[in-house]
């Protein structure tokens, strides 16, 4: 069976959503562990994959594991992290701050079909910012590879920021003086944005509940929803702990999901654009589910505006099936309650004022 090779990481990514789901879960889990150990970034190493298992209740071999109730990382260097994310000072025009499009307050995106950058409209949708500890590529076409060199892009690609101009301003702020006191190089802090993102975890959803034994806590409509996921293989790609995130598939793979407009944008690509290769045109990072009932609109471009569209949408072009409106419902079913709690660091630090 052909599979995709990534020559950045030399691990196969899954190409064909036909995988039995055990083997793609089994693959996703440790294209995870094996990039996060590369990348060499603390933040994506803080919560490591432990093997299947069937304490608390857990369900055995199941594709979705429940999420972790927190991810360990440097407290000192997370909370110079927060201030960081929430700091328009790190845009080059002072104008955006990462907040500005990943709204921690609701689902940890933009809600808007492109996102918004210093130099106007970005091809991409903007994908939310929760769980990404737990990705093992970033960004729609996959470019990078962990959470350090993820936030450094942004700021630099996204916002316009220069480290050295960001440092400099940031020194004329007592704040941070307190912050940093290791001081504020470009690796501190990347580092430090990196170790604030990890902690943006979202646990306790509905079927992390239902997962660890409480039969109550998801309806028969998402129990069913849940078992058409698995066998039409939607966990294929879609598994783990941040079910999704693991991989690069291409999309139309039943049917032809490419051209949809007279003429071709960069985006529409995929991972094309990055390698150069024609087995990676319209290839793309799967996304993770999880509270993906907050965080229309969907697909890379923003173009389908519900979740239900969603569904039926990847149903016909990556399964090769025409869903039914009963099981478009219960699937939708199943998705809405992977959305879980609010992390407790989704929220803008409080300033002390100077002394």
Known sequence: MPVL??????????????????????????LL????????????????????????GLPSG???EPLPVTVAVDPRL?????????????????TLSCASCHDVGNGGDDGRALAEGSAGTRPFNTPSIFNTALHARYG???????????????????????????????????????????????DRLKAALAAYVATLVTPDSPFDR?????TTAIDEDARRGYALFKSYGCASCHQGRAVGGTM???????????????????????RFAVTGREEDRHAFKVPSLRNVAQTAPYLHDGSIQTLEGAVRVMGYYQLGRSLTDGDVAD????????????????????????S
Do not use: C
């Open 5 to 30: 090779a990534d020559p950045a990481t030399s691990l196969p990514l899954v190409r064909r959503a036909r995988l039995l789901t055990g083997l793609a879960l089994a693959g996703g889990l440790l």
């Open 33 to 56: 562990t094996a990039v996060a150990a590369r990348a060499g970034d603390p933040a994506a190493l803080a919560a490591p994959v432990p093997p299947p298992s069937d304490a608390a």
């Open 62 to 64: 199941e594709p979705v």
């Open 78 to 94: 997370a909370d110079l992290g927060r201030h960081l994310f929430f700091d328009p000072r790190l845009s080059g025009d002072r």
């Open 140 to 186: 729609w076409t996959g470019h990078t590879k962990s959470l350090t060199e993820q936030v450094g892009h942004a700021v630099e690609e996204e916002m316009a920021g220069r480290w050295d101009d960001i440092a400099a301003r940031l020194r004329q702020d007592p704040v941070y003086g307190r912050l940093a006191s290791q001081g504020l190089a470009e």
């Open 210 to 214: 239902w997962l660890g034994g409480d």
């Open 248 to 270: 690069i598939q291409k999309v139309g793979l039943f049917r032809p999901f490419f051209p949809r407009r007279s003429t071709v944008p960069e985006s529409d690509l995929g």
């Open 331 to 354: 699937i939708t079913a199943f998705l809405r309650t992977l959305t879980g709690r609010p992390p407790g660091t989704a929220r803008p630090p409080v300033r002390e004022p100077a």
